[in-house]
């Protein structure tokens, strides 16, 4: 299935602008500028995602969007309750119209389960009710989840704010939309003595003790 490559002006139907997105990844900027070769080698990256996260929910938060964490699956949830909106690192295709895009690493259980929601309608009846149930047991209710991906391209940032409906082994395999953002400058270029991306694939943590045998999902 061929998505729907939309533009920014697509945003403000979700809620959202180019500039609280840029915001978010200013602000994440800042944070990882402290890192340097001395701290292990996936710090950089997770701040960055951290911080994004965090700063697109200070944005959004006075304008009545609200937040969860279920199983590490960091949402920030319209008002309207209808869909959230997950952070995440992207691989080097994101932002580019004529590349598969996802996030870099690979996700967990609630990712699966949320992008399994966003499909429900295509399912069987007691297909539905099989994920109904596996859904609340990960705590993920009933949303629509877009994500969020960016990526450090030197002195740019690429992002996208997208819509999966394919998951498979890990990764994210299939798209319903994706908002493509223009090119969002960075608040500096990485020095010589700085990493340009995290080289390292974050640890998924252990599952808590009222989800299913899964792995929570992996920060970043």
Same mark, same amino acid.
Request: glycine fraction near 10%; hydrophobic fraction near 40%; charged fraction near 20%.
């Given at each position: 299935?061929?998505?729907? +490559?939309? !533009?920014?002006?697509?945003?403000?139907? #979700?809620? #959202? /602008?180019?500039?609280? @997105?840029?915001?978010?990844? /200013?602000?994440?900027?800042?944070?990882?500028?402290?890192?340097?070769?001395?701290?292990?080698?996936?710090?950089?990256?997770?701040?960055? *995602?951290?911080?994004?996260?965090?700063?697109? &929910? %200070?944005?959004?938060?006075?304008?009545? *969007?609200?937040?969860?964490?279920?199983?590490?699956? =960091?949402? /920030?949830?319209?008002?309207?309750?209808?869909?959230?909106?997950?952070?995440?690192?992207?691989?080097?295709?994101?932002?580019?119209?004529?590349?598969?895009? !996802?996030?870099?690493?690979?996700?967990?259980?609630?990712? %699966?389960?949320? +992008?399994?929601?966003? !499909?429900?309608?295509?399912?069987?009846?007691?297909?539905?009710?099989?994920?109904?149930?596996?859904?609340?047991?990960?705590?993920?209710?009933?949303?629509? /989840? *877009?994500? #969020?991906?960016?990526?450090?391209?030197?002195?740019?940032?690429?992002? %996208?704010?997208? #819509?999966?409906?394919?998951? $498979? &082994?890990?990764?994210?395999? %299939? *798209?319903? $939309?994706?908002?493509?953002?223009?090119?969002?400058?960075?608040?500096? =270029?990485?020095?010589?003595? &700085?990493?340009?991306?995290?080289?390292? @694939?974050?640890?998924?943590? &252990?599952?808590?003790?009222?989800?299913?045998?899964?792995?929570? $999902?992996?920060?970043?």
């Amino acid at each position: 299935m061929t998505p729907t +490559i939309s !533009g920014p002006s697509r945003l403000p139907e #979700l809620g #959202l /602008t180019v500039d609280v @997105v840029a915001a978010a990844l /200013t602000a994440a900027d800042r944070e990882s500028d402290n890192c340097t070769d001395l701290d292990p080698p996936i710090l950089e990256g997770l701040i960055r *995602w951290g911080r994004a996260t965090r700063a697109l &929910r %200070e944005q959004l938060i006075p304008q009545g *969007w609200t937040y969860d964490n279920p199983n590490n699956l =960091a949402r /920030t949830i319209h008002p309207s309750g209808d869909f959230a909106v997950v952070v995440a690192t992207g691989d080097e295709g994101t932002g580019l119209p004529g590349s598969g895009a !996802g996030p870099r690493h690979a996700r967990g259980y609630a990712t %699966e389960q949320a +992008i399994h929601a966003n !499909g429900q309608l295509a399912f069987e009846f007691d297909a539905l009710i099989q994920l109904t149930t596996a859904g609340r047991a990960a705590g993920l209710g009933h949303l629509q /989840t *877009w994500f #969020l991906l960016y990526y450090p391209d030197g002195e740019i940032f690429r992002a %996208e704010v997208s #819509l999966p409906h394919g998951f $498979e &082994r890990g990764r994210i395999t %299939e *798209w319903t $939309e994706r908002i493509l953002l223009p090119r969002l400058g960075r608040r500096s =270029a990485c020095g010589p003595a &700085r990493r340009s991306f995290d080289t390292a @694939v974050a640890l998924p943590q &252990r599952a808590r003790s009222s989800a299913p045998p899964f792995a929570a $999902e992996p920060a970043g």
